[in-house]
């Protein structure tokens, strides 16, 4: 998929090249156009948020061109998030009537840009690389929509949107890939890749073997089963500012089987979206670094498959993490939070002063918050609070869930000193959360567990599939931490 061009301009919306523009509609507002304003006041033309109407009007240059009514709600609750999804509905629109070129007239409310841009990049996001005839080829032609303009839009706001959302696509392609493409050391090349775009940020990579000289005996055990070479990524942004040091932790399983507990093969291949969370972390460094925020961020992706094999960990086999805790694993499924330990215990070392980890970690948080939030658990209700509000100002948001000492009891191990696994149906996502809470001291902590968001998410822009959750919660963290 070819890139889409984002520009802004001042002057007249009508005045455009564009093959088809858009104007919104707040409920109960009017259209300065008088053709339009017909289709408001013969209630063809609807305000409510995601409601489009096609019409044309003459254009001065050339003839007939398609405009589009998008309804964009009541006035008072619009922001970048109605705005995202009223730009959805639009861009999905003007793309199956066969549009090459959009242009939007953009409120003069906060917000609108970047969510005009956003909203259209995301919606517009397809992963058609292993087809091989493209969708439009088939019906004759090209019909992608290859620009954007934004009249009356910020040049600055729109280009960091642009920015993020690109960067919130290529977490989706990640996502995307098969695991048999996208393993461990494929994550490790594109981190790679976005080292060396950036003066600011250098990469470290670790394998097999100093995975286990460095003592992280959790990692090691999940990774013993498959003969794919497990990664530790390292990225550090050096972008200064006299903000904390930052750590990123995302899980970066690139298949889950399950291993040895094998999981059932109804949903498995969905299990290559068990890296999201390393996806999310990787693509919002290259967007960070992109902006040139000011920050410090050390990001740490423990990649690897999750295989049964003759030499797979099994249940009941106790290992050790890189902090020296012992850990019995009595479900080889439970292998998120098995990596994300000895991440965490690394990132720690490396001095970060507040950590967010980003993990498909479990069922249970489907179960509690659906597709619509991300669970959230912290030890620190300050820096919780700053990734609530960063969930709320990106549209991508957590909702808080308690840890409590009964929880930490629940995963107590009866050998060893804690185990992978909690009771049987009972606060599934919180026993893997008091787990992770073992292995950050007392360093500020928030989990964000996505495994309800990373896909099937109903929200319109990112649509059911992939949607590269956390980039732009990640970005906004940077900037505001
Ligand atoms: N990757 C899964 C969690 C998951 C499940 C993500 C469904 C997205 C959709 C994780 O590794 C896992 O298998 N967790 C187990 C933990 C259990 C064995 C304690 C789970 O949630 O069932
Ligand atoms: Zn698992
Ligand atoms: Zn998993």
Redesign the pocket.
């Known amino acids: 998929m070819a890139p889409i061009e984002v520009i802004t301009r001042a002057g007249e919306p009508r005045e455009t090249q564009a093959d088809t523009r858009v104007c919104g509609l707040f409920d109960g507002g009017s259209l300065t156009d008088p053709e339009l304003q017909k289709l408001v006041d013969a209630g063809e033309a609807k305000a409510s948020l995601k409601q489009v109407c096609v019409t044309h009007e003459d254009s001065p240059e050339d003839g007939r061109r398609r405009v589009i009514i998008a309804g964009l709600g009541k006035e008072d609750e619009f922001d970048a998030e109605r705005a995202r999804i009223a730009a959805a509905a639009a861009a999905t629109r003007a793309k199956e009537l066969g549009a090459e070129s959009l242009s939007w007239a953009a409120p003069e409310k906060d917000g609108a840009v970047s969510g005009i841009v956003q909203g259209t990049l995301l919606a517009l996001y397809t992963f058609d690389r292993f087809k091989s005839s493209k969708d439009e080829d088939e019906e004759g032609g090209s019909t992608s929509v290859a620009s954007l303009e934004v009249v009356g839009g910020n040049p600055d706001e729109a280009e960091a949107a642009r920015v993020i959302a690109a960067a919130q696509n290529a977490a989706r392609d990640l996502q995307n890939l098969p695991s048999n493409v996208c393993t461990p050391e494929f994550l490790a090349a594109r981190a790679r890749e976005i080292a060396d775009a950036h003066e600011a940020v250098s990469l470290e990579v670790f394998g097999r073997d100093q995975i286990v000289e460095m003592g992280m005996g959790a990692f090691a055990s999940v990774a013993q089963g498959t003969y794919a070479e497990p990664q530790l990524i390292v990225l550090r942004y050096e972008g200064g500012g006299d903000g904390p040091h930052l750590g990123y932790v995302g ?1 970066a ?1 690139t298949f ?1 089987t ?1 291993g040895i ?1 094998i ?1 059932p093969s109804s ?1 498995m291949h ?2 290559k ?2 890296m999201s969370g390393g996806s999310a972390v990787l693509e919002s460094i290259d967007a960070i670094a992109t902006l040139g925020l000011p920050a410090r961020i050390t990001a740490v992706v423990p990649a690897t498959e ?1 295989m049964p094999s003759g030499r797979a960990v099994k249940p009941g086999d106790i290992v050790t993490a890189k902090n020296g805790k012992t850990i019995e694993v009595n ?1 080889t ?5 098995l990596i994300l330990s000895d991440a965490l215990c690394y990132a720690v070392e490396q001095g970060v002063e507040r950590i967010v980890n980003f993990a ?7 179960v509690a918050l659906g597709h619509t939030y991300a669970g959230l658990f912290s030890n620190d209700d300050d820096w919780c609070g700053a990734v609530e509000e960063a969930g709320r100002a990106s549209g991508e948001e957590g909702w808080r869930l308690p840890l409590h000492p009964e929880f930490a009891d629940a995963i107590k191990g009866k050998y060893g000193d804690i185990s ?3 009771e049987a149906g009972a606060a ?2 919180i ?2 959360a008091e787990f992770l809470k073992h292995f950050v001291g007392d360093t500020p902590w928030v989990h964000v567990d996505i ?2 968001t ?1 896909w099937g998410m109903k929200r319109n822009y990112v649509g059911s599939g992939a949607s590269g959750f956390g980039v732009r919660l990640m970005v906004e963290l940077a900037r505001n931490p």
């Open positions: 899980k399983v889950d399950g507990s999981k949903k969905e299990m979206f068990d999750n479900n499924d439970a292998e998120g939070r498909t970690l479990t069922g249970a948080i489907i992978n696994l909690g599934g996502s026993a893997a495994a309800g990373a």
